[in-house]
């Protein structure tokens, strides 16, 4: 298995020219003296999902369908010829996130759906996850996390992978997409693009 991120600083982008720098979010740490003071679960923090209003494309791709729980709306769009997908994920803060600092909220939000990611390659020895690039950044005045990524999984050609994480009016979006054409560069240009559409929608 292949499993590569944070360890390489520099890779080679996939016309062998450029380089793409990879940069390591710095680790959290909880607050120790206060690890005891919460004796029970909090609730989670929940917000009005339904008021999002979702557009039938995004960036030239189709709504594909809506899959909506208590905490989270997720919606898939995909190209006409289904060969490229984008997956919008709408969802609540967790319990007790709601006092964190919004960077740090995005950070450990992205660190959660980075963790999935890893440990669903290390379920197969056969597939293999290279993330090229993420890092933490601020994006039209809130902080935002982002990752280019490969994705190899047996008798299939090597998918290209973005994933960007924001915070929307308290809520957390998530955008991630995949192609097997688009290389990850572009895919991430996608996703911004997308993430603008969505902010237009609720105007």
């Given at each position: 298995?292949?499993?590569s991120?944070?360890?390489?600083?520099?890779?080679?982008?996939?016309?062998?020219?450029?380089?793409?720098?990879?940069?390591?979010?710095?680790?959290?740490?909880?607050?120790?003296?206060?690890?005891?003071?919460?004796?029970y679960?909090?609730?989670?923090?929940?917000?009005?999902?339904?008021?999002?209003?979702?557009?039938?494309?995004?960036?030239?791709?189709?709504?594909d369908?809506?899959?909506?729980?208590?905490?989270?709306?997720?919606?898939?769009?995909?190209?006409e010829?289904?060969?490229?997908?984008?997956?919008?994920?709408?969802?609540?803060?967790?319990?007790?996130?709601?006092?964190?600092?919004?960077?740090?909220?995005?950070?450990?939000?992205?660190?959660?759906?980075?963790?999935?990611?890893?440990?669903?390659?290390l379920?197969n020895?056969?597939?293999?996850?290279?993330?090229?690039?993420?890092?933490?950044?601020?994006?039209?005045?809130?902080?935002?996390?982002?990752?280019?990524?490969?994705?190899?999984?047996?008798?299939?050609?090597?998918?290209?992978?973005?994933?960007?994480?924001?915070?929307?009016?308290?809520?957390?979006?998530?955008?991630?997409?995949?192609?097997?054409?688009?290389?990850?560069?572009?895919?991430?240009?996608?996703?911004?693009?997308?993430?603008?559409?969505?902010?237009?929608?609720?105007?």
């Open positions: 298995m292949t499993l991120g944070c360890e390489s600083a520099r890779q080679k982008d996939e016309n062998g020219g450029n380089t793409i720098n990879a940069h390591k979010l710095p680790a959290l740490e909880a607050d120790r003296a206060n690890v005891k003071a919460v004796p679960s909090l609730p989670a923090t929940r917000t009005d999902l339904s008021r999002f209003h979702m557009p039938p494309t995004l960036a030239g791709l189709k709504l369908g809506e899959i909506s729980s208590d905490n989270a709306r997720t919606f898939r769009y995909v190209s010829s289904r060969r490229e997908s984008l997956q919008v994920i709408l969802s609540n803060l967790p319990a007790g996130w709601d006092t964190m600092d919004p960077k740090r909220a995005v950070a450990s939000y992205y660190g959660e759906a980075r963790q999935r990611r890893v440990q669903k390659a379920s020895p056969a597939n293999a996850l290279s993330i090229l690039s993420e890092n933490l950044m601020d994006l039209e005045g809130e902080p935002a996390a982002q990752a280019q990524m490969r994705w190899i999984e047996p008798n299939h050609p090597i998918q290209n992978q973005s994933v960007l994480i924001t915070l929307i009016d308290g809520s957390f979006i998530r955008i991630s997409n995949a192609s097997y054409q688009q290389n990850t560069r572009w895919l991430l240009q996608q996703a911004k693009r997308s993430l603008a559409e969505i902010k237009a929608a609720q105007e």
